[in-house]
């Protein structure tokens, strides 16, 4: 089994900086893509930022918000910064992840963490 556990949001005002961080443990050969994802009240889940050996942004997040990763722990990071309320959301990590040798990358995710940018 796999299991990716977020830590991280929080309550912060307009302007603000929170970062999240997404630690992978289990049954882990490989870990190819990793990402940020995040769904407001009443909205569909959208993507952040994801990060292999590049990374790409939601135009709505881009120079604001910074995705890195350390592969030896496995763990993906998002810093960010200049929060603006429609930040507000559920932030969910995810993740490729092979098991062994020839094993698929299998699609897994986070149970979300809160980040709410209010005042």
């Known amino acids: 089994q796999v299991q990716l556990v977020e830590s991280g949001g929080g309550l912060v005002q307009p302007g603000g900086s929170l970062r999240l961080s997404c630690a992978a443990s289990g049954s882990i050969f490989s870990i190819s893509v990793m990402g940020w994802y995040r769904q407001a009240p009443g909205k569909q889940r959208e993507l952040v930022a994801t990060?292999?050996?590049?990374?790409t942004y939601a135009d709505s997040v881009k120079g604001r918000f910074t995705i890195s990763r350390d592969n030896a722990k496995n763990t993906v990071f998002l810093q960010m910064n200049s929060l603006k309320p429609e930040d507000t959301a559920v932030y969910y990590c995810?993740?490729?992840?092979?098991?062994?040798?020839?094993?698929?990358?299998?699609?897994?995710w986070g149970q979300g963490t809160q980040v709410t940018v209010s005042s």
């Open positions: 990060i292999t050996t590049g990374t």
């Open positions: 995810n993740a490729y992840v092979s098991s062994g040798v020839g094993a698929r990358y299998l699609s897994r």
